[in-house]
């Protein structure tokens, strides 16, 4: 195991990078010590990991609350915390009372928020189970819900206890769901790791093989990305909002499609695509980085172009985003690989182009 | 106008306390300025005040989009917050936006609890408009729902840019809801200062006609007594548990009634009652001094005694009220008048003994 912290002051946690360590009843010790807990998670994860939390709280001298939500993006949702919140005051979880987020990134969203809004915020675990959530969604606090209007509208700044990332439990995923993680992770080297991303051209095969040691360090080196970047910027007021590359784009695509037709890192990927050829129109980035982009998502078996949505439907969906400011459409693109920057006074022109360059041939003839 | 300031380091502000000033655009360009603005208020509150501030946002340039909700406790529920949440989205509010809570209690948890959340959070300003408001729920930063199991159990610590107090606002308060506000104005002398609560035992009849200038004093007093306890004790870990003198007892009579039934202020003075009447029963606190706390009370309009409700059902609903922790209630208990703790191990037979001691002859007798 290794373990590295994000730097937040009086916030600061450790991540926790291992093999086996989700049954590791000294990681939930210091945090759960003389407290409750609520394990929140979902019904395809708990049949998998549920049992070997359970075990290992109890070997930490924690009553715990179970709380099996349905499986899906579409579970962030009013409902779904009112159900959590109905659950925990019917088990009279107090404002001590620790919640353990084990699951994926939408059940990191999911219980991250309801720990933040229980009561005026109770404190929360982040047991990530998927690689998406391993790499990305489980550090750095982000946490929210979905409106009908818009993903993730609605939430909370709230950093966990501790991020517990067992690689052991990404045997059990599928494939596809083991792809979109690798998109977050390729777009952590885009962004600010140049030799990251090199070592990922060269180890894809062996991550898609789900290759332990290959995996960890993946998961290592995205978490101390992620990591600096968080810890200069937490609530995204600057810096941060470079995290988000490919993801203007694919926020759009998410939404346009509805929720959960396609996998988050799978409009991600096509988003990243989309952000460099924005990059290339831009002035800012060479054709053969563009290639690079296009040939590691397609090894990686993710998606590089968008779905058949027209155009303006894009432009609409990207406008209402949360990332927009007073109207206008903020893009991170590239400046090189390893390399990003945040702008949002690009040419409706190379935008348009941008998303054409990445449209399905029967969707560029609109 | 006067003015304090809530000293939070990086989110302190100011509350400002004055007459006629929620129309004076200078008191919000500071915070609005180069932003859009969401004004959320009630059906209640709208026809009253809405137009000056809506001409104040205006002088201060700022476009603003208005949401007026249904009045009264019921309207702190998850439906609330979505529709908000849309149509805030519908207007294309950003993360840039702040929202100003016009209103009562009610608007100023709901409003602020929306703004918490909204794109995981944005600013707002607090102009309360009624005298609970003014002198306590505005200041401290509690925002919050009710849950069907409980008021105010999800929620939000989330402090206002500014506190905007205008006390000719309350001239057209009805008489029963400036009597509950009294409540809270009370129970600051109660915990915090003796002197504050002979002024109380002096002015209480101009305060009930209206007397600007007593308002004046009682909210700038109120202000500045919850303003130091709230900056020594933000997340409410300690010391800021003292402000809760009577309201385990009055969210047990809420909740137990059923919210809305009793005005929180009302629930909160038979509250204070039974809770000076179990300090007696500690042996903490004097009779005479008892009889102080249920003459004020009486002379400002306010219930001495809680509804006929069992003893039984109190205590059940005090053990799940958000106090309570590991199963312990927590009672703020008088040592004196102007002097508060917190103690959560009081025998049984004591709180049963100050719950009868405030019952109505029929249920007294159950």
Redesign the interface.
């Known amino acids: 195991m290794q373990s590295l912290s994000v730097a937040l002051g009086a916030r600061s946690y450790p991540i926790h990078v291992g093999s086996g360590i989700l049954a590791d009843a000294s990681l939930y010790a210091p945090h759960v010590r003389g407290r409750?807990a609520a394990i929140i998670t979902n019904a395809v994860v708990a049949p998998l990991f549920l049992e070997r939390v359970r075990v290992a709280l109890r070997e930490a001298g924690v009553p715990a609350v179970e709380i099996t939500v349905e499986d899906g993006e579409q579970t962030k949702r009013?409902?779904t915390?009112?159900q959590i919140?109905?659950t925990m005051?019917?088990a009279?979880c107090?404002?001590?009372t620790v919640v353990i987020a084990l699951g994926g990134g939408v059940i990191g969203d999911l219980a991250g928020f309801a720990a933040?809004?229980?009561?005026?915020?109770v404190p929360f675990v982040q047991v990530p189970t998927t690689l998406l959530a391993q790499v990305d969604s489980s550090v750095g606090g982000?946490?929210?819900i979905n409106?009908?209007?818009?993903k993730?509208?609605?939430?909370?700044?709230h950093q966990p206890l501790a991020v517990i990332a067992d690689v052991a439990a990404l045997a059990t995923l599928p494939a596809r769901e083991l792809r979109a993680g690798l998109a977050e992770v390729i777009k952590h080297g885009l962004v600010l790791d140049h030799a990251f991303f090199e070592w990922l051209e060269a180890n894809l095969e062996g991550l898609l093989a789900g290759d332990r040691g290959a995996l960890m360090h993946a998961v290592l080196r995205s978490c101390e990305l992620k990591a600096q970047v968080v810890a200069a910027d937490e609530?995204e007021v600057g810096l941060r909002a470079v995290l988000n590359l490919g993801h203007t784009f694919g926020h759009a695509i998410e939404a346009g499609l509805g929720y959960g037709r396609w996998l988050h890192g799978e409009a991600v990927a096509a988003g990243m695509v989309m952000a460099s050829e924005l990059s290339l129109r831009a002035g800012l980035l060479d054709p053969s980085a563009v290639a690079r982009v296009r040939a590691l998502a397609a090894r990686a078996g993710l998606p590089v172009e968008g779905p058949a949505l027209p155009v303006e439907r894009y432009l609409e969906l990207m406008?209402?985003d949360?990332k927009?400011?007073?109207?206008k459409i903020r893009f991170v693109v590239l400046e090189a690989l390893g390399r990003a920057a945040v702008r949002d006074d690009l040419a409706q022109d190379a935008i348009v182009a941008a998303i054409r360059a990445c449209s399905p041939v029967s969707a560029a003839a609109q």
Not at 116 to 121: F, S
Not at 147 to 150: K, Q, V
Not at 324 to 327: H, I, L, N, P, T
């Open positions: 409750r009013w409902e915390l009112d919140v109905g005051l019917a009279r107090d404002r001590q933040a809004i229980y009561q005026r915020g982000k946490t929210g409106h009908a209007r818009g993730n509208m609605v939430g909370a700044f609530r406008t209402v949360k927009a400011s007073a109207g």
